[in-house]
Nanobody, 127 residues
Framework: QVQLVESGGGSVQAGGSLRLSCAAS????????MGWFRQAPGKEREGVAA????????VYADSVKGRFTISQNNADDTLYLQMNSLKPEDTAMYYC????????????????????WGQGTQVTVSS
């Protein structure tokens, strides 16, 4: 069983930065994809960034390319999301996900593509 615990969320002004962390336990997340997703009030959950174990490849949503960086530290089993140049539209609950549901049409940023999810960490960006 994979357990995921996110941290690092908070409130910042537009243009600021935050670094999210996701501590993972369990063996099934290794040698596979992990991702960061977000959900704003009244909106569907959307994929933000994903990474394959070992650091490559990575995939980003167009809305965060050039501003967010996903990384993984295999030494301490932690997934990170460095968020720079934050915008008010980045405000959402952020979740990490692991243990992909591989199958026809699977994509690393698919919101239905993972079996395990953390409890989320809130990010609020004010203008």
């Amino acid at each position: 069983q994979v357990q995921l615990v996110e941290s690092g969320g908070g409130s910042v002004q537009a243009g600021g930065s935050l670094r999210l962390s996701c501590a993972a336990s369990g063996s099934t997340y290794r040698n596979s994809w992990m991702g960061w997703f977000r959900q704003a009030p009244g909106k569907e959950r959307e994929g933000v960034a994903a990474i394959y174990s070992g650091g490559a490849p990575t995939v980003y949503a167009d809305s965060v390319k050039g501003r967010f960086t996903i990384s993984q530290n295999n030494a301490d089993d932690t997934l990170y999301l460095q968020m720079n140049s934050l915008k008010p539209e980045d405000t959402a609950m952020y979740y990490c996900a692991a243990n992909p549901k591989y199958g026809g049409g699977w994509y690393p940023l698919s919101s239905r593509g993972y079996n395990n999810w953390g409890q989320g960490t809130q990010v609020t960006v004010s203008s």
